[in-house]
């Protein structure tokens, strides 16, 4: 067992941005994160290197938090999964076996993860997220073919293209669900977002520049292929994101990047037993937290996209706001100095927050897509069940993710309805005529992901 | 919602399914009540193993070979396939001691015509190669089964619904009403989405019977005792039969209130392994406990330690309708005439669920009743 005066459980911009602040203050952090290194996917693979490249505020700001972690000598366990929660007691699983963190205050930032749409042929080799793909390139410098198209919705796409170019793939093209009138309505949100306007302009000159379009209304209605992704079939878009008949044209590619923007990662909340609310503007299900980023658990801060999909920025500032806070429940700071940073902080976090929840509306593509998924599309991955199975069972009144998981088996696979849970939501909410916001996530159980037995069978805590 | 029901059974889980399946295949017109949604409770938090060496002779071991039977059956009538296979088990003995334990209870069962054999450490290796190697040897039960619990509850409620079962989900029981006058006999169940009026009312709610019963004036002997399972990823293969120690039974039939882990390792029909179990009386709390799944698991290793790199994926706790006698509380209360109970099975609720469906059925049907029936008539308690 250890103990900790502060733990925190992701190592991306919101979980660095609570362990510096807290350390600052003189509490003992300890700061656990999957990945080898710290820095999540926003810092994979460390800054731009192109001199050419616009670095944005934001991405300086993360990098200096990783230095500092260092120079404070936060305790940072690498490849460390937090598989279970007791108040704020963590199970901690990491490259030396299990080990149970007993901790005063935890910081859960353990992000968020992208949406997929299942389309016909979406399991197909040479299929990934815009995230995934963005791995391949960061980490291994490695990309997922040379004749690649990206579609899907939001700011990822274009981050995603312009890394995969430089990495030599021959992007075809970027489609971009939404519409530019779309834009215009929702755009103003952005105002004062100068830093992030900055960022996403600057990659649009890039893709310019290499001959890359970007065109909006469109989307991937399938892939075929024999072994891997031969071809995809783009089809258009109406105002209101509906597919236009006989709009469909193919392409010959050999990879499709596919993002829908974003859904919190929201699993330890739930192990903890923390109360949740649904927030189509934070990405769906997010634990409820004050203004202090506490849940409904004493000492149990969240912070960053598991809080609600906002960004690196709205992150970064949680972070603080969450850090800030354990130490002031910690009782090493006096209470005075706290409240006037943490008025402060809130005040610029009202920026951020907007312009998350005006890329939650602008990008908020999936329903409207539904459509897209056949029933022979696979659903769920690692069970291989089909859309036409799950509405067979709705058809036959199962109206919630645990009953379809009773009967189909969707869900019950080694990633435990990460995927299809949001996926099998929306098959039943489009059914029904029922609101997303009544349809309750898959039961979160220990362990949070795969874990052998003998390391389960080492665990022992107080 | 303003109906009228021959009968109404209240508990979508597996024994009030079987209750409903084998009420309307005798003709009556049925409704079943669950608040939540088909196995939502005990049903889905547990094992599929059909079991005959874990009964006591008599009454116990008796009902056990006839749903056995009926299992079988149902395997075949059924149009939803649940799983059914004849996987056997085998009671795996850490030390001489034990086997000799095996060997008494092999005999008890071949005495009552179930096939057991008697297997040594090399026999049982041959057939289990991933056992630990220091095991002193096992008895096969080649007859026994299992399903997928789940799987079962749906088909028997789909092959119900196929005869008029009405389904009610999401729909809990808020009282019993009783006619007026010196019998009492019941007149309506009023549910949340309105009242179903009947005389005949089968309450197979699990754990959760006590609050039913309370409704009509019963009072039950009824606890809740805690089981935890793990499930690994799929591991086609590793195990060819279930396999159990012997202080399961020791575990299952003491009454005692502390943690009680005893081995049980199944394959389900798409190859995850099940491993249990537990047994403790905590209530109705039903969340998972690190301490328990870290005892299961290392109990799992020192069996099976080539486990050791297989991943865990998920974990439940269920809570198993515990009865004071370890017999199930099945049939009618003569205080509240149309008051049938089935409930009271522990961890044998899917291995008994047919047969007690089928004696609920004949108790109101006014079918001949076979000895057994008496043997767990609820009132045996005395205690409404």
Known sequence: MVATDLAVIGAG??????????ARA???????DESPGPGGQYLRGGLRQSPSQYVSQSARRAQNLLEEMKFLHIDFRAETLAWALEGTGVALAGPSGSEWLEARTVVIAAGGREEVIPFPGWTLPGVMTLGGAQILAKTHGVVPGKRVLLAGSGPLLLATADELSRHGAQVLAVLEVTHPLAWLRHGMAAWGNWDRLREAWAYLVGLNKRGIPYRFGRTVSGVSGEEQVESATVVRLNKRGIPVPDSEERLAVDALCVGFGFVPNIELTQLAGCKHEYDSQKGGWVPEVDESMETSIRGLFAAGETAGIGGAVAAMLEGRVAGLAAVQRLGLVRSGIVNRTLADLRRSRQAAQRFGAMLSTLFQAGSRLDALTMDDTIVCRCEDVAAGQLRAAIRAGAHSLDALKNGTRAGQGPCQGRTCGPLIA????????????????FHVRPPLKPLPVGVLAQERHP | MRERAD?????????????????????????????????????RACDGLILLWDKSTGAELALGLSSAQLWTELSQSLDLDFGYTRCGTILVAEDAQGLHAGQATAERLRREGVRAEVLDGQALRSLEPNVASDLAGGVLFSEDANIDPRRATLALLEAAQKQGLSLHLGCEVQAIRRQAGDDGRLSAVITQQGEIATEILVCAAGVWSSQVAGYAGITLPLQPRKGHILVTARAPGFIRHALLEGSYTATVQSGSADLGVALVAEATSEGNLLLGSSRQFVGFDRSVELDVLRSIAARALRFLPALATTPVIRSYAGLRPWSPDHLPLVGPFPEVPGFYLAT?????GIGLAP?????????????????????????RFRTS
């Open chain 2, 355 to 379: 047969i007690t469906g089928k004696l609920v059925a004949s108790w109101i049907s006014g079918a001949e009743l076979p000895d057994v029936a008496r043997a767990i008539r609820p009132d």
């Open chain 2, 344 to 348: 009271g099975h522990e961890g044998a």
């Open chain 2, 7 to 43: 009968a109404v059974v209240i508990g979508g889980g597996i024994v009030g399914a079987a209750c409903a399946y084998y009420l309307t295949v005798a003709g009556f017109d049925v409704h079943l009540v669950e608040r939540d949604t088909p196995a939502s409770g005990t049903s």
């Open chain 1, 13 to 22: 911009p919101a979980g660095l941005s609570a362990a510096v602040t807290a």
């Open chain 1, 426 to 441: 929306r098959l039943i909410a489009r059914q029904t005529g029922s609101s997303l916001s009544t349809i309750k996530g």
């Open chain 1, 26 to 32: 003189g509490a003992h952090v300890i700061v656990v």
